[in-house]
């Protein structure tokens, strides 16, 4: 899938992760762009049309300004002002492809008002069929550039013929031609007809850029919504699966884990003579209990998703669950030190908890009757650090059933804290030392992770 669905880059519209734009510098607009904006990096070409246009517009504006000061005519402070307006009107059609309506009746009124030519309105008039969408905009500027080049045809017309712009004298400067009526009709038809081909030519590409410009981004929301309906089908299959897990674990594990409970208690009045045996029958039975208990959390957390914990537990419930484990029996030294552990986000405190406890039970299974040390330092201003040591022995351990995953699911709980784990052997010791950085309550979001 792309990694984006459509955006846009200063005026143009990238789509379906395109390294092109889908609609160019064509006097058309980009789903979101103002009407003849103008898009970045356009090429030579058009810009070189651009200099082409106001160079001929020009130099149109300023031989009608000269020809009007012909004798008869109009004023030379008149055609001063005409030449002025022409020069401006023909720097402004850098902007003919933003503003093109407004341009092209500016540019149609000046013909009708001063003594100049309608070349910046029929300049102008292709952009305006290219970008308006409304048939009473372009056929009103149409009408109007129509009537400023009739003026300017009428004004050079009424001219005595050697003043006109068309005629053309022999190499002693005597009169060979001029225009007659039908030459001015048929050049103003000419011009104009030009002006409109080529705004129907530019409204032809602006038309099928947009239908491009429509397809794919209704491509772009068919990918969007497969990658959606993908996604939506996944967490269905997920959850499905947690589903058919908690299942699973509580008609076979939780079976066995409340029998054992049964057999404990009944053990624990069977021998009620004994208090050695009663204590430890009363152990079991507490011990299964409490799986029990957090079978039952386990199993809800599955099945809703979320991450949460018993109710009460903290940080500080790491002192009572290594007292149960020395009730038990086992050699355990411990070192804890908890400050703020109120404050911890749960799935802080769910890693170090898990963590203490994979490690004891992992020293207990794998090295029986070796001493354990348990350190854990925890505080918002340093995090939690995590170091539980025992002495290898030389004889093996007897096989005790167990998934195999105790290690991994420690790396994969650290990992998604952002914090680091390391399990070693050091001078024949097993040590297992982990960092988890502080994660409050409020922030639980974590950091990657760094595992060795």
Request: charged residues 20%; glycine residues 8%.
């Amino acid at each position: 899938m792309p990694d984006r669905v459509t955006h846009r880059v200063g005026a143009r519209t990238y789509a379906l992760g395109m390294s092109q734009p889908i609609a160019h510098d064509a006097g058309l607009t980009d789903v979101g762009r103002a009407p003849g904006d103008r898009a970045p990096g356009r090429s030579w070409t058009s810009r070189g049309g651009t200099v082409v246009a106001v160079t001929v517009s020009a130099f149109s504006a300023l031989t009608a300004a000269a020809w009007a000061d012909m004798p008869g005519d109009a004023s030379t402070s008149l055609a001063i002002l005409a030449a002025l307006i022409g020069l401006i009107l023909a720097g402004l059609l850098v902007l003919r492809r933003r503003y093109p309506v407004q341009l092209n009746l500016a540019a149609s009124a000046a013909p009708l008002l001063l003594p100049l030519d309608s070349s910046a309105a029929l300049l102008t008039l292709p952009w305006v069929y290219a970008t308006s969408t409304s048939r009473r905009t372009v056929a009103g500027c149409t009408a109007a550039t129509a009537a400023g080049t009739a003026a300017a045809l009428v004004r050079d017309a009424l001219r005595a013929p050697e003043h006109r712009v068309f005629a053309v004298f022999d190499e002693s400067g005597a009169l060979t031609s001029a225009p007659g009526t039908l030459s001015f009709v048929f050049w103003g038809l000419f011009f104009l007809g030009a002006s409109v081909a080529a705004g129907l030519v530019r409204r032809s590409r602006a038309t099928a850029d947009r239908a491009r410009v429509a397809e794919a981004s209704a491509e772009a929301a068919r990918e969007a919504q497969v990658a959606q309906t993908a996604v939506l089908r996944d967490r269905m299959t997920r959850q499905e699966e947690r589903e058919l897990i908690a299942r699973e674990v509580h008609d076979t594990v939780a079976h066995h884990i409340a029998t054992i409970s049964l057999q404990a208690s009944a053990l624990e009045v069977a021998r009620g003579e004994d208090p050695e045996a009663r204590e430890a029958a009363r152990e079991v039975r507490a011990s299964a209990q409490r799986a029990i208990a957090e079978m039952r959390t386990l199993l809800s957390t599955l099945r809703d998703g979320d991450g949460t914990l018993l109710p009460g537990t903290s940080l500080e419930d790491l002192v009572p669950l290594l007292e149960r484990l020395r009730d038990g029996g086992a050699g355990i030294t411990s070192s804890i030190f908890v400050s703020d552990g109120h404050t911890a986000a749960p799935a802080l405190t769910r890693a170090t908890f898990r963590i203490v406890q994979e490690s004891v039970t992992n020293a207990l299974k794998h090295a029986p009757g070796s001493p354990v040390d348990v350190t854990v330092r925890a505080a918002r201003a340093t995090g939690v650090d995590v170091r539980v040591t025992n002495r290898l022995t030389d004889e093996p351990a007897p096989a005790a059933p167990g998934t195999g995953a105790g290690i991994t699911g420690m790396r994969e709980r650290v990992q998604a804290l952002g914090g680091t784990l390391d399990v070693h052997v050091d001078d024949g010791r097993h040590v297992v030392a982990a960092h988890l950085p502080w994660v409050d309550a409020e922030h639980p979001e974590a950091d990657t992770a760094s595992v060795r």
